[in-house]
């Protein structure tokens, strides 16, 4: 199908961009890399009555390194990240995660912002901030806030995010000297969002130590579970007992049950693509 | 009643002027509104690839763009590509491997296969089945269409 009508706006500026959304009467939705929202456009599954293309506020786009952390503006897209030159050294799980996001034609449009706001479960971005101990930067008309991952993303397509604030920025951690990275998906076809993956960061990989493990496309939202990593830490990243106890933490995830996949399968591929990413940090 | 917008963008090397609905997409616009319909409608979700087209330089998914966000743009469609050289060789393999049958997956099949080819990719098959993996195709089974890129690539590394 074909979008339904609305109203266009393409504010050049961050200031003109939240004035829009802050008027309620607008019914204004933000777009960024429209990747998601085009098509829930075309589904008719949206339809709001403004669009705020915000493809030509400058300020939001760009990667700024201040040494221990790396801040990635809200519309700066995949292909840019990919571009960067220092993705692996600084962000090494992202440039390992960066291939499986979607197609390379989409990752020419979609936004880092534009998926984070969205939260959808299966998508790669909001486990990656996760596993990453990133802060989200949120700004509407009357201020900014920063909130960290594991408090913004709440549930199926729900964050933290008010209607009237956009994300503008994530800050995220460096890699440190030393630290492993990990990243397994599953998908029916590469590119496809994940019947479940897990993305994952430790300070040593055997024995594992302060492991970080988000898993995907399990869940309503990305999850961390502390039973999991517990489990793991300390001991060696193939040892089978380790595993089978640190995989019992299942128990306390409400695993999606869709036509894509049954709760029983993803839990089985979640604990698959636990037991790949760990032999491969 | 609907909006529309004036968008100024070049297409296949020609300028463009036209005022368009805020709501019509670019592939849309370049078939319905420029007659250029050798990119193809499929999924109309950005999953099928049929309407991949290069947009400043970069494949992207038509379907998935306004035609009002393509102002200012550079947009080249298959329609583009045949008028210079630049896919000669890629249509010329295709064409030998026998890697189109109905053909509705081509134009966007050769507008991905062309960014890898042009970026330096290597004759790598899981590489380029990855790079390709966002365009559908119903008939070949893909081996062919691989076997046309790697054709491509190694044609290139001989001379």
């Known amino acids: 199908m074909k979008a339904p009508d609305f109203r266009y706006e393409r504010p050049e500026s961050l200031s003109a961009a939240l004035a829009l959304l802050a008027d309620e009467a607008n019914g204004a939705q933000p777009l960024a890399g429209g990747q998601s929202l085009m098509p829930m456009l075309n589904f008719r599954v949206a339809a709001p009555e403004m669009l705020v293309d915000l493809s030509g506020v400058a300020e939001l786009r760009g990667i700024s390194d201040s040494g221990d952390s790396i801040r990635i503006g809200a519309m700066t897209r995949y292909r840019d990240l990919a571009e960067w030159s220092d993705l692996e050294a600084k962000l090494p799980l992202v440039a390992l995660a960066l291939p499986h996001i979607a197609h390379h034609a989409i990752r020419n449009r979609g936004t880092i912002g534009g998926s984070i706001s969205l939260a959808d479960p299966a998508a790669e971005m909001p486990a990656l901030m996760m596993a990453l101990d990133a802060e989200i930067t949120l700004t509407s008309a009357d201020g900014e806030r920063t909130v960290p991952a594991s408090e913004f993303f709440l549930g199926f397509y729900e964050t933290a995010r008010e209607e009237n604030e956009l994300v503008t920025s994530v800050r995220v951690p460096a890699a440190t000297s030393g630290q492993r990275s990990a990243f397994y998906e599953l998908a029916p076809r590469h590119g496809d969002y994940a019947m479940a993956g897990v993305a994952m960061v430790a300070d040593a990989a055997s024995p594992i130590t302060n492991l970080r493990a988000a898993f995907f496309g399990i869940a309503g939202q990305p999850i961390r579970l502390s039973v999991l990593e517990a489990a793991l830490n300390g001991k060696a990243p193939d040892d089978e007992a380790a595993i089978t106890v640190a995989t019992a933490a299942f128990d306390e995830v409400d695993f999606i049950d869709d036509l894509k996949a049954s709760a029983a399968t993803r839990r089985h591929l979640a604990g698959v693509v636990l037991k790949r990413a760990l032999a491969e940090l | ?159």
Do not use: W
Not at chain 2, 64 to 84: I, K, Y
């Open chain 2, 1 to 159: 009643m609907t909006q529309t917008q004036s968008i100024q963008l070049t297409v296949n090397g020609e300028p463009v002027n036209a005022s368009v609905p805020v709501r019509m997409n670019l592939v849309d616009f370049l078939r319905q509104e420029l007659g250029l319909t050798g990119s193809h409608v499929g999924c109309e979700h950005g999953v099928c690839g049929a309407c991949t087209i290069e947009v400043d330089g970069a494949p992207i998914r038509g379907c998935l763009m306004l035609a009002v966000q393509a102002n200012g743009a550079t947009v080249t469609t298959v329609e583009g590509l045949a008028d210079t050289d630049r896919a000669d060789a890629l249509k010329a393999a295709f064409r030998d491997r026998n890697a189109l049958q109905c053909g509705f997956c081509t134009p966007g099949m050769l507008t991905s296969a062309l960014s890898y080819v042009e970026s330096g990719g290597p004759a790598d098959r899981t590489a380029i089945r990855e790079h390709i993996s966002g365009n559908y195709c119903r008939c070949t089974g893909y081996q062919a269409i691989v076997d046309a890129i790697c054709d491509v690539i190694g044609k290139e590394a001989k001379s």
